[in-house]
């Protein structure tokens, strides 16, 4: 059973920072890419940010700059770093990975983690 736990949100004022985590645990093949979605009051969930498995990234406009999504394959742990936080960002982050679970079965699946509430002061 594959989980994804989402860690690192909080209350922060304008302007500081944050880290999230996610960690992926159970039983599984690989985990290809993976990625940080947020969604705010009354909006639809929106990218912010995807990491593939060798490294490369691709970012939300808004947080360009900003944000910096890693991972950690040896952890099977993904990160964002979030820098020079608005009140704007507020939303409920999650994370999701585009996961193999066996060599024999190649067709990925996508799994979500819960979503971890983060809260910019103005």
């Known amino acids: 059973q594959v989980q994804l736990v989402v860690s690192g949100g909080g209350l922060v004022q304008a302007g500081g920072s944050l880290r999230l985590s996610c960690a992926v645990s159970?039983?599984?093949?690989?985990?290809?890419?993976m990625g940080w979605y947020r969604q705010g009051p009354g909006n639809s969930r929106e990218l912010v940010a995807v990491?593939?498995?060798?490294?490369?990234?691709n970012y939300a406009d808004s947080v360009k700059g900003r944000f910096t999504i890693s991972r950690d394959n040896a952890k099977n742990t993904m990160y964002l770093q979030m820098n020079s936080l608005k009140p704007e960002d507020t939303a409920a982050y999650y994370c999701?990975?585009?996961?193999?679970?066996?060599?024999?079965?190649?067709?990925?699946?996508?799994?979500w983690g819960q979503g971890t509430q983060v809260t910019v002061s103005s």
């Open positions: 999701n990975a585009v996961i193999v679970a066996t060599k024999y079965q190649p067709t990925p699946s996508t799994y």
């Open positions: 159970g039983r599984f093949f690989s985990i290809n890419a």
């Open positions: 990491i593939t498995s060798i490294g490369s990234t």
